[in-house]
């Protein structure tokens, strides 16, 4: 399947190996468009049934990206995980394209000291993670992310800007927003602390909250 333009909210996903496909596939579970890139015709070929989007790439070509929409997108994850060289050099083209947000998967401390240097914003270690979990990460402002059973999760995230400025009412966040904040961290501050109702929340603080995993996602999507 050929790949047309994407929007400036969708989300390219480069190598379709295990941990890209995986990706990718959570990444449209939850909702977003994914323009997914290989080199490789049989993978190409073997996913282009089941995401909407794949297209068959050099990615170390800024040029075949550009002529993709890449250059349009706001996040792309570099998931090549057999060719040091290969990673590197995509990051260095997503970098000349201009995309702000980078996210590279890396294979070894020195793999990861390399895509920092050059570019990639999140380093990813596939071994310690799992798509699902990066899919939450990458899609929403969220810092952190925990999946428990029941579809209920917990998340790490800066303080959303339509609440910074209140106060920490546990019932009125309860009723309008389905979550709990159970934890605070000041920007001064070295360590989480629980939270009171009558804490003022502010915009540079980091908070701890539960609830579903859709409830979650959504808090962490105000804007």
């Known amino acids: ?20 496909s995986r990706l990718a596939e959570s990444l449209s579970a939850l909702g977003h468009e994914v323009l997914a890139i290989d080199r490789d015709s049989r993978r190409v070929q073997k996913w282009s049934a089941l995401l909407d989007q794949v297209a068959q790439a050099d990615s170390t070509d800024d040029q075949a990206l550009r002529q993709l929409g890449v ?3 706001n996040r792309v994850v570099v998931a090549i ?23 590279a998967r890396a294979t070894s401390t020195q793999h990861s000291k390399i895509l920092s240097a050059v570019g990639a ?8 993670e799992t798509g699902e979990r990066m899919a939450h990460l990458i899609a929403s402002r969220m810092l952190d992310f925990m999946e428990f059973g029941d579809a209920f999760a917990i998340a790490k995230m800066h303080v959303p800007a339509p609440v910074a400025g209140h106060r920490v009412s546990e019932q009125q966040l309860l ?10 961290k000041r920007p001064a501050e070295q360590r989480y602390r629980y939270v009171s109702d009558s804490l003022l929340l502010g915009p540079d603080d980091i908070v701890i909250v539960e609830g579903t995993i859709d409830q979650v996602q959504a808090f962490a999507s105000l804007t």
């Not at 290969?86 to 394209?97: F, I, P, Q, R, Y």
């Not at 009723?175 to 605070?184: K, Q, T």
Request: proline share 5%; charged share 15%.
């Open 175 to 184: 009723d309008r927003y389905g979550i709990r904040i159970i934890g605070i």
């Open 1 to 20: 399947m050929s790949a047309s333009k994407p929007n400036t909210d969708g989300i390219a996903v480069i190598g379709l190996g295990r941990f890209g």
């Open 121 to 128: 914003q999140h380093v990813i270690f596939p071994e310690k």
């Open 81 to 103: 995980g057999a060719s040091l060289e290969s990673s590197v050099l995509t990051v260095l083209a997503l970098v000349e394209l201009g995309v702000p947000q980078i996210w």
């Open 71 to 73: 250059a349009d997108l």
